[in-house]
């Protein structure tokens, strides 16, 4: 999809419709049923945060989630180390979607959570869906004026590149996200690779193209034991107009 070619010239953050994020239209076409590639990105931060915690056994007390959506993995995958996640989130639409799939998250995330279950660490977490109604409460805000230095264990997926064409916007997005951890705390960070941009239902919203090493140098001022990957492109794609997802574990430095 070329963004200028569709009249959307301009594409910094806050000149996106993200009120009217059509929430029901992207959770059905991303979320619906679990794809291979949220598949191998899962099994990835699983294993990521279960060796992060037998090497560092101090739990936090609290967790985020920035740019939530409406994608609750993110939110699965800090369910055995925290007791109380928020849900960061700036979309009107998307606020409500949260809030009513944090209350009893639907069917479909069972799936994703059997993935995590491969763990005994996430299996010791017997109702995870009464786990995710106490743990998690929605916050409404925009992440470049979240508070520094306050959350123990962090997850961002597909917002610092998918909020604004302009690369200085995806770069203070990481920044943002990574200075509202804690010294220390163990992240999670999932990228769309050289996307050019995305449609929600009948809504375009903006992108930055990015690749592995731009997400390496947008991070490494603030972490170490750095892990970058990369999950390539399927034979079904779930869209045109990008390349691949790039993963970033890590921890605070
Ligand atoms: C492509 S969606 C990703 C949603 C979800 N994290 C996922 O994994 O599918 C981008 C998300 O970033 C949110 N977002 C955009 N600008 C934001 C901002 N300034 N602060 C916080 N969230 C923002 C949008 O509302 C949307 O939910």
Request: with cysteine.
């Given at each position: 999809m070329d963004l200028t070619s569709a009249g959307y010239?301009?594409?910094?953050?806050?000149?996106a419709p993200w009120d009217s994020f059509d929430s029901r239209a992207y959770h059905q076409h991303n979320y619906a049923f679990l794809r291979k590639e949220d598949q191998e990105i899962i099994e990835a931060v699983r294993d990521y945060f279960c060796e992060h915690f037998?090497?560092?056994?101090?739990?936090?007390?609290s967790g985020i989630d920035v740019g939530a959506g409406t994608n609750l993995y993110p939110?699965?995958?800090?369910?055995?180390w925290c007791s109380n996640i928020t849900l960061y989130e700036h979309?009107?639409?998307?606020?409500l979607w949260l809030e009513r799939e944090v209350a009893a998250f639907s069917a479909n995330w069972g799936a994703f959570w059997d993935v995590f279950t491969e763990r005994p660490e996430y299996r010791a977490v017997s109702d995870p869906r009464g786990a995710v109604a106490s743990a998690a409460a929605v916050g409404k805000g925009d992440l470049f004026d979240l508070p520094r230095a306050r959350w123990g264990i962090g997850t961002m997926f597909f917002v610092a590149e998918s909020?604004?064409?302009a690369y200085r916007e995806f770069e203070g997005a990481v920044a943002a996200f990574a200075r509202a951890l804690t010294p220390r705390a163990p992240f999670a960070a999932a990228f769309m690779e050289n996307s050019q941009g995305y449609q929600v239902g009948d809504l375009l919203f903006p992108a930055c193209g990015v690749d592995a090493e731009d997400v390496r140098g947008a991070l490494a001022p603030f972490a170490e034991d750095l892990r970058i990957s990369r999950v390539r492109l399927p034979e079904d794609p779930i869209r045109s107009g990008y390349t691949g997802m790039i993963l970033a574990c890590g921890r605070r430095v």
């Amino acid at each position: 999809m070329d963004l200028t070619s569709a009249g959307y010239t301009q594409g910094l953050n806050r000149e996106a419709p993200w009120d009217s994020f059509d929430s029901r239209a992207y959770h059905q076409h991303n979320y619906a049923f679990l794809r291979k590639e949220d598949q191998e990105i899962i099994e990835a931060v699983r294993d990521y945060f279960c060796e992060h915690f037998r090497k560092h056994p101090d739990r936090p007390d609290s967790g985020i989630d920035v740019g939530a959506g409406t994608n609750l993995y993110p939110a699965l995958s800090l369910l055995p180390w925290c007791s109380n996640i928020t849900l960061y989130e700036h979309s009107v639409e998307n606020v409500l979607w949260l809030e009513r799939e944090v209350a009893a998250f639907s069917a479909n995330w069972g799936a994703f959570w059997d993935v995590f279950t491969e763990r005994p660490e996430y299996r010791a977490v017997s109702d995870p869906r009464g786990a995710v109604a106490s743990a998690a409460a929605v916050g409404k805000g925009d992440l470049f004026d979240l508070p520094r230095a306050r959350w123990g264990i962090g997850t961002m997926f597909f917002v610092a590149e998918s909020m604004s064409t302009a690369y200085r916007e995806f770069e203070g997005a990481v920044a943002a996200f990574a200075r509202a951890l804690t010294p220390r705390a163990p992240f999670a960070a999932a990228f769309m690779e050289n996307s050019q941009g995305y449609q929600v239902g009948d809504l375009l919203f903006p992108a930055c193209g990015v690749d592995a090493e731009d997400v390496r140098g947008a991070l490494a001022p603030f972490a170490e034991d750095l892990r970058i990957s990369r999950v390539r492109l399927p034979e079904d794609p779930i869209r045109s107009g990008y390349t691949g997802m790039i993963l970033a574990c890590g921890r605070r430095v």
